[in-house]
């Protein structure tokens, strides 16, 4: 199959001409937070780019990724073909600059590949989500010029990354992190030793993103972020998860025993982790949002070609009773309504800078994945018997599901944080 590279016109892939050449709901950099001067567009209005790449990552998902889902799904694994293939796509650095060897767009068109791989596969799509929305803007915003000009062209090209926040004791209140880094006394290193729980991307990645904490004594303000090469001596990965679903994307603990990392290593400055950690989750919700609308769109699409064109009873197609009927138009309603926050949060964020988009992504993030279990079980139902066995893929929809509401933040916190930022707004 043609590379995503070469289906996109070198000049239509520089984000200076993209804002030039498209109309568009993204908004130019010079009527950054201005958004009076634009006339309003349908939400899911795309750039030519953003049109393109869906077009091609579709069929990339069909063709290559739909034939291996089930059997990825059975052996829990991830195929390493998929992942070669994803990267000779340009997939894995959608928004990492051409110099770097990455392919040069814009959030949206992350989004767009997220939300469209997972319409076949959210194993796949959680992993390049992660990967590009997580790890690569880690390095593109926070990184040196070295840390950048050393990783960024392996994470473009070959090499997949994590993220690693979570531990044992540290879930949603990620800052209780016990991870230490130990800076040694002439400052030339760090010497790392904790753990990490449910690392994604683990077992097929080879550079991590680690969060540990350089001054115990001052809380959250010692939380670093830190450069691990897999290699380095003392890194292992413990075990590797049995899951309900996503089973073919890797989940991992980590140990990190007295693990010897350069100071050029630690990402951005010393003590702003958690600013960091923050951020990126901020931004990265919204690619869990477009993995869960991705997963209702493909659940929904799913069933309903079964109930129209296969399965008949009582003399007619039974997705033709009524009864069926607005099951099926209710679904795809609240699926429209789940990506229309979804993309009103892409171009928020895409306009305005620091935490202007918080509440968007906070609300995307927690109505596509409460939609994305409603319609994917409601999906099971309408197939019947064809819906609830390993045949087809109508159940695993269902069973990946489940991880939207707790990745990335679960829907109790992503509730709290809606309700906290209401609450400045109204309170007096
Ligand atoms: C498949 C998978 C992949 C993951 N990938 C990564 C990864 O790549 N990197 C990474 O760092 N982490 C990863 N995680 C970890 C994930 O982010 C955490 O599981 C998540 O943040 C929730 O933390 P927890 O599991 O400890 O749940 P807990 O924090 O223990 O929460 C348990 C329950 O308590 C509720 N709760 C907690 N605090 C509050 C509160 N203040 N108010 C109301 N309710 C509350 C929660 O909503 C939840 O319902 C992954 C997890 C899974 C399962």
Sequence with gaps: MASLRSTLPRALRRPSLLALRTTTTATPLALRRNFSEFNPTPIF???ETEEMLKESVGRFAREVVLPKVREMDEAEKMDRVIVEQLFEQGLMGVEVEEEYGGSGMG??????????????DPSVSVLVDV?????????????????????????????????????????????????KAVKSPSGASYKITGQKMWITNAAESEIFIVFANV????????????????????FAIAKKEKKLGIKASSTCVLTFDDVEVPAEN???VEGEGYKYAISLLNEGRIGIAAQMTGLALGAWENAVKYVWNDRKQ?????????????????????????????????????????????REAAMAKLYASQVAQRVSGSAIEWMGGMGFVREGLAEKFWRDSKIGAIYEGTSNIQLQTISKLLQKEYKV
């Design 107 to 120: 959030f949206g068109a992350a989004v767009v590949t997220i939300e469209e791989l997972a319409r076949v």
């Design 45 to 47: 209005h795309l750039t």
């Design 215 to 234: 001054a115990p004594e001052r809380g959250y303000k010692g939380i670093t972020a830190f450069v691990l090469d897999k290699s380095m001596p003392g």
């Design 314 to 358: 009582f003399g007619k197609h039974v997705g033709e009773f009524q009864g069926m009927q607005f099951q099926i138009a209710q679904a795809r309603t609240e699926i429209e309504a789940a990506r229309a926050l979804v993309y009103n949060a892409v171009r928020v964020k895409e306009a305005k800078t620091g935490e202007g988009f918080v």
């Design 266 to 268: 630690l990402l951005g």
């Design 131 to 179: 990967h590009n929305t997580l790890v690569n803007t880690a390095f593109r915003t926070y990184g040196s010029p070295a840390l950048k000009k050393k990783y960024l062209p392996r994470l473009a090209t070959n090499t997949v990354g994590s993220f690693c926040l979570s531990e044992p004791a540290s879930g949603s209140d990620a800052f209780a992190l016990q991870t």
